[in-house]
């Protein structure tokens, strides 16, 4: 027998529902998912965490009354720290989704305990290049609007959201994504911009809690710094082997919160496709349709 999720994706739901299946999915695939999440975009998220981490400790080295302090050594910490924001940003708008939505992909096929790295990495590649290609094309079109205001970036930003989802779903290309964006949200921006929201509200509050730690660290480093006489921050650059450990600690801690924060938002977009698909095409009405006709076609066959 054909396994059946428990979940059904392609579904009319209103806006609560769309906020319930969210958590309701990543109650049921906690352990899975987030295991998938950590061993493809983890590591790579942690890595870049540290270094980042590592990149702006050493800019504290400038000195605010000695402006030859900021020499080259300076300018290319800072260069490296873009560098590094800029990867990040691919991690967390490229393999994040692709690993997110390659898990729902296969949750539709395997129980959530079956599910194996391969079912989720599964032409993973060609859709990472896809969504940085997306990506980038949103990023200009988002700027350029906003030469006419925030009004139509925040309008197009809305929409384009749902891109990720087609191009994983739907195994469609960067262009054809950004133009069935448009077709899919067509009243339904409002509730596409309110899910989010929410979701961004909750997510900066997590974001907050797991970066409280760091917070926490570089306040005592600071406060301690002050106390001892130094004039500007330049002393933030000067760690014991205690706190770069510590540091290490907090990136690990926020790497896992970072996972949490952007898989709420990558989930709740998804449900909001499937239910768009649903309202537009009625894809899960149809293929109930035809998995009765099929098991109507394999009674008649039936021999006794």
Not at 257 to 286: C, D, H, P, W
């Amino acid at each position: 027998m054909a396994y059946i999720p428990q979940i059904e994706f392609y579904k009319k739901r209103q806006f609560g529902d769309k906020l319930n299946m969210t958590f309701v999915f990543i109650r049921e695939n906690a352990v899975p998912y987030l295991k998938m999440q950590l061993m493809i975009s983890g590591v790579i998220l942690l890595l870049l965490n540290i270094l980042m981490n590592q990149i702006s400790v050493g800019i504290f080295n400038f000195d605010m009354d000695n402006p030859e302090s900021f020499d080259m050594s300076m300018l290319s910490s800072i260069f490296k720290l873009y560098g590094v924001i800029f990867l990040n940003a691919i991690v967390t708008g490229a393999i994040m989704p692709a690993v997110t939505y390659g898990y729902m992909k296969a949750y539709q096929k395997y129980p959530p305990n079956e599910i194996q790295v391969n079912h989720v990495t599964e032409a993973l590649g060609s859709k990472i290049f896809n969504l940085v290609a997306y990506n980038i094309l949103v990023a200009i079109t988002v700027l350029i609007s906003m030469f006419f205001f925030l009004i139509p970036a925040l309008y197009l930003g809305v929409v384009l959201s749902l891109g990720s989802s087609i191009i994983i779903f739907e195994d469609e290309n960067p262009l054809d994504a950004y133009g069935r964006c448009f077709k899919l949200i067509g009243g339904k921006w409002w509730s596409t911009f309110g899910l989010l929201v929410v979701m961004g509200i909750l997510g900066y509050v997590i974001s907050l809690l797991f970066g409280l730690p760091r917070t926490i660290l570089f306040g005592l480093k600071a406060f301690t710094s002050f106390e001892e006489g130094a004039p500007d921050l330049s002393g933030m650059a000067d760690m014991s082997t205690g706190e770069q450990v510590l540091s290490i600690i907090f990136s690990v801690f926020e790497t896992f919160g970072a996972i949490i924060t952007y898989s709420l938002s990558f989930i709740a977009i998804a449900f909001q496709y499937f239910n768009l698909v649903e309202r537009k095409e009625s894809r899960g009405l149809m293929s109930q349709i035809e998995g009765m006709d099929n098991e109507a076609q394999e009674a008649d066959d039936e021999v006794y």
